[in-house]
């Protein structure tokens, strides 16, 4: 157990929808990455909190949005929900900015199954 | 773009005996990590063995020990004495500097193993 716990685990979503979830860093941890994971696919890096400020993003339209708090637990929104969407989302959590300390081991929660019908 | 290459999708071993995965990336950097990633059935990331750029030595943990050939961008997972739990998704992934002076994972596709008793 890496003391980073998603929720929930498993969602089913309508297109148009929009999404939370959520994501418990391990303690002492104040940095989180989130990333896509689709079916058969490496996971694709979404964005990163440090200190509750957006600290690198990827890829990914601004429907995907993201927020963290003082307890550095985060949330990953996504608005307007397409099929493409579907996938496994993937929370990291490390001890501070992957910018200094290159050694930073980023520990993964399970992950939450996001199915879009 | 810095990209990282596992080749196998599939490989398969026999129990207590040995296999290496294969995973080649493409950087223009010159100090970076290395990490070989584990993903059960139960989802979650697992980091089997890290490689920092900058050291010649071959990184080892257990059964589990790499081949870091840094000119030719090159770094495979050997694993010793394979046994049923090392069944699953290993991922090769490499950690890159992104705007804003913090890093993300940048991974392969992936390569399953399968332990055959």
């Known amino acids: 157990e890496t003391g980073v716990t998603q929720s929930p685990t498993h969602l089913i979503k309508t297109r148009g929808q929009q999404v939370t979830l959520r994501c418990s860093s391990q303690?002492?941890?104040?940095?989180v990455s989130w990333y896509q994971q689709a079916l058969g696919q490496g996971p694709q890096f979404i964005f990163q909190?440090?200190?509750?400020?957006?600290?690198g993003r990827g890829n990914f339209p601004p429907r995907f949005s993201g927020l963290q708090f003082p307890n550095y637990s985060s949330e990953l929104n996504v608005n307007a929900l397409e099929l493409d969407d579907s996938a496994l989302y993937l929370c990291?959590?490390?001890?501070?900015?992957?910018?200094?300390?290159?050694?930073?081991?980023?520990?993964f929660g399970q992950g939450t199954r996001l199915t879009v019908v | 773009a810095q990209t990282v290459t596992q080749s196998q999708p599939e490989m398969s071993v026999q129990e207590a005996e040995t296999v290496t995965l294969s995973c080649t990336y493409d950087?223009?950097?010159?100090?970076?990590?290395l990490f070989w990633y584990k993903q059960p059935p139960s989802r979650q990331m697992i980091l089997v063995i890290r490689?920092?750029?900058?050291k010649q030595q071959n990184a080892t943990e257990n059964r589990f020990s790499v081949n870091f050939q840094k000119a030719a961008k090159s770094f495979s997972l050997k694993i010793s004495d394979s046994q049923l739990g090392d069944a699953a998704m290993y991922f090769c992934?490499?950690?890159?500097?992104?705007?804003?002076?913090?890093?993300?994972?940048?991974w392969g596709l992936g390569t399953s193993l399968a332990v055959n008793p």
């Open positions: 490689q920092e750029a900058y």
């Open positions: 909190y440090y200190r509750e400020e957006e600290n």
């Open positions: 950087t223009s950097e010159s100090d970076y990590y």
């Open positions: 303690s002492g941890h104040n940095t």
């Open positions: 992934a490499y950690n890159r500097r992104n705007a804003g002076n913090n890093r993300k994972l940048i």
């Open positions: 990291a959590s490390s001890p501070g900015s992957l910018s200094g300390g290159m050694n930073t081991e980023a520990f």
